[in-house]
């Protein structure tokens, strides 16, 4: 099967892996990208959000066979340490994460609202945002969000 993955296409072995294995399981145990983490596995929480043609998809409820040839967006293509995403200079800037587990769905969650409002108030935040952070991080996500929103205007550097 060929999937497009962070702008590359990848094949992946049709032995190792049926069309109907979750993503979520062909992106971290096949093909090692770890920066999308399980959480519930039930589509519950948002730990395994990705993008799929730009839409915020929860993986582990993805079959993987659903998706070949669309374009597969992680977290390891978000940004780099070098040219951060405006939402990761944001969520430094505020202190986001805590222990952290949560963090990588919720940025690319976050990224795929932003992709479509640019501006959202709280209430977009609110209803576009229903991943789930143990440690409470809510309020700090909601404010680093309207800060990457800013910085993300034309004319501002992302
Ligand atoms: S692991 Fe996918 S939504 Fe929780
Ligand atoms: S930062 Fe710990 S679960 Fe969200």
Not at 38 to 55: E, K, L, N
Not at 66 to 85: F, K, W, Y
């Amino acid at each position: 099967m060929e999937l497009t993955i962070n702008g590359r296409k990848t094949t992946v072995d049709d032995a190792a892996v049926a069309p109907e294995m979750p993503l979520l399981w062909v992106l971290r145990d096949v093909l090692n990208l770890t920066g999308t983490k399980f959480g519930c596995g039930i589509a519950a929480c948002g730990a395994c959000t990705v993008h799929v043609d730009g839409q915020a998809t929860r993986a582990c409820v993805t079959p993987v066979g659903s998706v070949a040839g669309q374009p597969i967006r992680t977290i390891e293509a978000l940004g780099s340490p070098e040219a951060p995403h405006a939402l990761q200079q944001a969520w430094v800037q505020h202190n986001v994460p805590q222990c952290g587990y949560c963090q990588s769905g919720m940025l690319m969650a976050a990224a795929a609202l932003l992709q479509k409002n640019p501006r959202p108030s709280d209430a977009d935040i609110d209803a576009a945002i229903t991943n789930l952070c143990r440690c409470g991080t809510y309020p700090r996500v909601r404010a680093a969000i309207h800060t990457a929103a800013a910085l993300m205007q034309p004319g501002k550097k992302a």
